[in-house]
């Protein structure tokens, strides 16, 4: 059995595989254990390697220890230390690509086809392009959903913290369902005339992949994807394995 670990700047993704198939799936906040609880659910498990994608080093670092108690055995593969993901990266600064980015675009290749974007949900969104050669050529960063309603909230004297969930309507009728309106059915449009301007770029139709912790929330608002996988970055990093 296979542990994948995506480790973001919101929370901590786990997935158990045998062979292609997603046994167990886990969730918890990001920094807020040292022992990250699933590793007692999964510490009895015949887990025979782990693999690690992360985009915060402090938290890595606890997790590695975290590892170590539970399976003093197996050494963690960890994406841009100890391993690559085996994808060509025309990136200007290549080593400035999120390992999460390159694992999601090896991903797509191999589960979607190519050309390919990828538009990741999380605390930032990204977009990010695969070329009909199969190389990975860049994209876009933007704030997540909930990071940019927390910046109403911080950046104005009235507005207040919303958690981010669906509004009830196009047209909000207070201030909690007018924030959430802007935010949501604002990303879904911004989200399909991005794609649509990406895909005018390419040779042929790209596949468009959805995936991040917002994407089952932002999915039914956009009409661009051909497919969405909530655990896109796990599959890529059992892929790799």
């Known amino acids: 059995m296979i542990l994948t670990i995506d480790i973001g700047n919101t929370s901590i993704t786990a997935g158990l595989f045998k062979g292609s198939r997603l046994l167990k799936r886990f969730s918890t906040p990001t920094l807020r254990h040292k022992f990250p609880p699933f590793l007692f659910f999964v510490a009895k498990d015949p887990v025979t390697a782990v693999i690690i994608a992360s985009v915060v080093p402090?938290?890595?670092?606890?997790?590695?220890?975290?590892?170590?108690?539970?399976?003093?055995?197996?050494?963690?593969?960890?994406?841009g230390e100890n391993a690559r993901v085996p994808i060509k990266n025309l990136y200007k600064f290549p080593k400035q690509v999120g390992q999460d980015r390159l694992i999601n675009a090896y991903a797509?290749?191999?589960?979607?086809?190519?050309?390919?974007?990828?538009?990741?949900?999380?605390?930032?969104?990204?977009?990010?392009?695969?070329?009909?050669?199969?190389?990975?050529?860049?994209?876009?960063?933007?704030?997540?959903?909930?990071?940019?309603?927390?910046?109403?909230?911080e950046k104005t004297a009235l507005l207040p913290k919303v958690s981010v969930t669906k509004p009830a309507s196009l047209v909000g009728r207070d201030t909690k369902n007018s924030m959430?309106?802007?935010i949501i059915y604002g990303y879904?449009?911004?989200?399909?005339?991005?794609?649509?301007?990406?895909?005018?770029?390419?040779?042929?139709?790209?596949?468009?992949?959805?995936?991040?912790?917002?994407i089952n929330l932002i999915a039914p608002y956009c009409t661009c994807f051909t497919a969405i996988d909530p655990d896109l970055t796990l599959k890529g990093l059992n892929l790799l394995s």
Request: glycine share 10%; net charge positive; hydrophobic share 40%.
């Open 108 to 153: 797509a290749v191999n589960l979607y086809g190519y050309p390919a974007v990828v538009v990741d949900f999380g605390t930032a969104i990204t977009f990010d392009v695969i070329s009909a050669r199969k190389e990975y050529k860049g994209g876009l960063i933007l704030p997540g959903l909930q990071t940019s309603l927390d910046a109403l909230s």
């Open 58 to 79: 402090r938290a890595a670092d606890n997790m590695i220890k975290s590892l170590k108690s539970a399976f003093p055995r197996i050494k963690p593969v960890v994406l």
């Open 180 to 182: 959430l309106s802007g």
């Open 188 to 214: 879904a449009s911004m989200t399909d005339c991005l794609t649509k301007k990406l895909a005018h770029k390419s040779t042929k139709r790209p596949a468009i992949i959805g995936t991040g912790g917002h």
